[in-house]
């Protein structure tokens, strides 16, 4: 299974631009990048997701690099209401053909006013 | 509707008690999941269920028993809890079409005390 790597936490300044970074080395060619947040005591909530290509939607854009050993999340103009932990995560398979959906450690985003 | 609803929102029950933990979603997803989240962790899964058959068991104890009575509904039967498993329950629910890209709906979780 391939395995994220994110720093522990991260600042930024309200309205500027976060770029939250993700290493996933092992990724393998059919596996998606997802990213969620949870918000203090909340469920966790889908972000963005993709495979190769950068994408984009209203919350956030995805950049993966062309070797998709690594990607970054950008809420191009943070708020306060994006302090939260960000969760980069590898989709694989489970059994049954079911697929995991497995959280690592994430890292906690605090927007400073 | 892309909610996911969990009830008790608050549960708090003795080493003793059974009780259980609903989850709820109409989206037409046919996978359905448990997470177990301490404070201060990342969410850790027990259960999926795909087609309302359980496809894993993160070897949870059996303690902890999930059922999936229909397509929208999961429940989580609890008995003879440890204090140690106090903690957030939360749900999620996803498409089970092919590939590996499809986002998860999570409910807003029950925290359960087991006193």
């Known amino acids: 299974d391939a395995k994220t790597t994110q720093p522990t936490s991260m600042d930024c300044a309200e309205g500027r631009a976060a770029n939250l970074p993700c290493n996933h080395s092992?990724?393998?060619?059919?596996?998606?990048v997802y990213w969620y947040r949870q918000i203090h005591s909340q469920g966790p909530q889908y972000i963005i997701h993709?495979?190769?290509n950068n994408e984009t939607n209203e919350m956030a854009s995805l950049i993966i690099t062309e070797d998709r050993k690594s990607s970054t999340l950008i809420l191009p103009h943070a708020t306060l209401r994006d302090t939260a932990v960000y969760y980069c995560?590898?989709?694989?398979?489970?059994?049954?053909?079911?697929?995991?959906?497995?959280f690592g450690k994430g890292m906690k985003l605090t927007v400073n006013p | 509707d892309t909610e996911v609803t969990q009830t008790p929102k608050h549960l708090v029950m003795g080493m003793t008690n059974k009780k259980s933990l609903k989850c709820e979603q109409h989206?037409?997803?046919?996978?359905m999941y448990w997470y177990k989240q301490k404070a201060k962790k990342p969410p850790e899964l027990m259960f999926v269920?795909?087609?309302?058959?359980?496809?894993i068991n993160e070897s949870v104890p059996s303690r902890f028993s999930p059922e999936c009575p229909n397509s929208s509904l999961l429940n989580l039967h609890l008995h003879a809890l440890q204090p140690e498993d106090s903690a957030l329950y939360l749900c999620?629910?996803?498409?089970?079409?092919?590939?590996?890209?499809?986002?998860?709906?999570f409910g807003q979780g029950t925290r359960l005390t087991v006193v």
């Open positions: 999620a629910s996803s498409t089970r079409g092919g590939g590996t890209n499809t986002e998860a709906f």
């Open positions: 092992t990724i393998s060619g059919n596996e998606y």
């Open positions: 993709g495979l190769k």
């Open positions: 995560i590898v989709r694989v398979a489970g059994g049954g053909g079911s697929e995991k959906l497995v």
């Open positions: 989206m037409g997803h046919r996978a």
């Open positions: 269920y795909s087609y309302e058959k359980l496809s």
